[in-house]
C-alpha cells in the first residue's frame, strides 16, 4: 500500500513538472523566488481552530508563468506545528489545478499509512474571474495521524467588494467530523467577512493588515481574526 501511495503522488508531481517545458525563455525569465511570513492572532483554516494563537507563519514560493511550487507553514507558543507543501499550475480561463500535503511535524514524517500516517494529500481545484473566486477540494487518503478520513471534500465561494469581502465554505470529513458521535456530514463550516487595510511606515514601506470575522454553523463558533504580512 505505502509503494502505491507513493508511486501515485510521484506520478502527479511528475506530470505537474512537464508543464515547465514552454514556459521559459533564455531571453525573460519570468518566474521568482520570495519569501515572507504572516502573524494572526489566531490560525483559523476552513472555520475551525488550529492551536492556541497568535501564529506565526512563514512561507516560501517558487512562482513561474504557469507553476507554482511553495511550502507554508503555521506554528504557535503552545506547541501547534504545521508544514504544508503544495504546487499548482495556472491554466488559461483563470483556472487553476495543484495539490497540497499537509504533515504535521509531531508525527513520523515517511508514515503514509492509514490508521496513522503523517500526510494527507488534497487535489485543489480553482476558478477566478474579477471579484469571484470558487475553489473546491479533495482528500484522496486516509492519514488518521493528520486527521483526514480519506474523500474529504471542500468547497468555497468568494466575492470582493470594494473595502470587503464575503466568503461561504462547506465541506465533510475533517471539516465537520464529531469525534464523539463518529458523524461525518457535509455542511456549511465556514462563513466570513473580511477586509485589508495598509499601513504606511514610511515612504517605501507599508504593511498589509487583514480582518476577519468567522462564523461556524457546524460547530455553533465564532472567530474575530487580525494578521498582518512581513
Known amino acids: 500500500m505505502k509503494k502505491r501511495s507513493r508511486l501515485f ?13 514552454p514556459v521559459y525563455s533564455q531571453e525573460e525569465p519570468v518566474s521568482k523566488l520570495s519569501l515572507g511570513a504572516d502573524i494572526y492572532s489566531n490560525y483559523i483554516f476552513r472555520g475551525t481552530k488550529y492551536g492556541t494563537g ?8 517558487y512562482t513561474g508563468s ?6 507554508w507553514g503555521s506554528v504557535d507558543f503552545s506547541g501547534y506545528q504545521e508544514v504544508d507543501l503544495y504546487f499548482f499550475i495556472s491554466l488559461p ?8 500535503d499537509y504533515y504535521y511535524p509531531e508525527l ?12 494527507a494529500f488534497e487535489i485543489n481545484l480553482g476558478f477566478s474571474k474579477g471579484k469571484l473566486n470558487l475553489t473546491g477540494n479533495y482528500i484522496v487518503n486516509q492519514a488518521r495521524g493528520a486527521g483526514s478520513l480519506g474523500g474529504d471534500k471542500y468547497l468555497q465561494a468568494g466575492y470582493s467588494f470594494k473595502y470587503f469581502n464575503l466568503f461561504v465554505g462547506a465541506g465533510d470529513g475533517w471539516h465537520t467530523y464529531d469525534p464523539d458521535t463518529s458523524e461525518d456530514k457535509f455542511a456549511v463550516c465556514n462563513l466570513g467577512l473580511g477586509t485589508t487595510k495598509t499601513i504606511n511606515i514610511t515612504n517605501s514601506f507599508s504593511i498589509p493588515v487583514i ?3 468567522i462564523f461556524n454553523p457546524d460547530k455553533e463558533q465564532l ?8
Open 9 to 21: 503522488f510521484t506520478m502527479i508531481i511528475v506530470i505537474g513538472s512537464t508543464f515547465l517545458i
Open 54 to 61: 497568535p501564529a506565526i507563519q512563514p512561507a516560501i514560493k
Open 66 to 71: 504557469l507553476l507554482n511550487v511553495g511550502a
Open 93 to 100: 480561463a483563470g483556472i487553476s489545478l495543484g495539490m497540497t
Open 108 to 119: 513520523e514524517y515517511f508514515d503514509y499509512s492509514a490508521t496513522s500516517g503523517s500526510h
Open 211 to 213: 480582518g476577519q470575522l
Open 223 to 230: 472567530f474575530i481574526v487580525v494578521g498582518f504580512t512581513l
